[in-house]
């Protein structure tokens, strides 16, 4: 659907991963623009998981759920092959909300005409008549800048929650075992990134080097066989392409150790979900 890219888009920050492969965000995560007299708070959420097979999905729908208790306005983001129905959850529940509601049709950068376009606003007007309906592509920028201005003037007035230079309520620590996490989506294929997840053990600033040693946990043995690779050549590709993109988000040299644990089950082990931050 893309509504991680524009939650970048619209924060002017990388603020999420982002690949090709869906349902790669996990956690909500906050994103801040503070302007000379106003302040907006974007929350990137998981994609709603209809049929949760493990504990994390049923976590990860609950940032959806909180998201219906405390936003001021809702953007339900789909993309040009979506087409959610009257019966859907997440319809109802924006069906009963009294705050405004806007949907954003992504990715019409692919359509090939313009009646196609027709149809889906078509579709969601009837589906969500009070809503407003905004057509953008996130990846190209295209409408981006009208929808920012009019959840800009939508917004009501209350008092700024964060300091004016704070960007998310996010650690650096959770951005770089994101970004590691988002390189195994890129560099690997099938069901290994879905069964990975990285924590950050160690995280020590020195003067002219940052050293991070980071934890990915894997399912089975032979996961961990696919990201460590023959004779370690993937979990050393894996490091590389790691450690330039933390290094430019940090704007500092970085050495980056990386292992890999087999934890079988681990999306359904409550005790480590919690450690990986999943009960936030």
Known sequence: ???????????????SIITYKPQTTRHRILGIVTGDNFQMIFS?????????????HEKMNRYVH????????????????????EDHILIRKLKSLACPIFIIINKIDLLQDAESLKQIESH?????????????????????????????SSLPEGPAYF????????????????????NIFLLYHEEVPY?????????????????IEAIIFVSRKTQQAILIGKGGRAIKQLGIDSRLKIEAFLEKKVFLQLRVKVREDWRNNDQLLQRLGYNQ
């Open 44 to 56: 990137d959420t998981p994609g709603f998981v209809h049929d949760p097979s493990y504990k994390m």
């Open 66 to 85: 909180t998201t219906f208790e405390d936003a001021d306005i809702m953007l339900l983001v789909v993309d040009h092959e979506d087409r959610y129905q």
């Open 163 to 182: 300091p004016a230079d704070q960007l998310s309520d996010r650690t650096e620590r959770f951005f770089v075992s994101e970004m590691i996490r988002e």
């Open 195 to 211: 069964s990975c997840e990285v924590v950050v053990e160690s995280f020590k600033d020195e003067p002219d080097l940052v050293r």
């Open 1 to 15: 659907m893309g509504k991680s890219t524009l939650t970048n888009a619209l924060v002017g920050e990388d603020m």
């Open 124 to 152: 969601y007007e009837k589906l969500l008549p009070s809503a407003l309906i905004f057509t953008i592509s996130a990846l190209k920028g295209q409408n981006i800048s009208q929808l920012y201005d009019k959840l800009l």
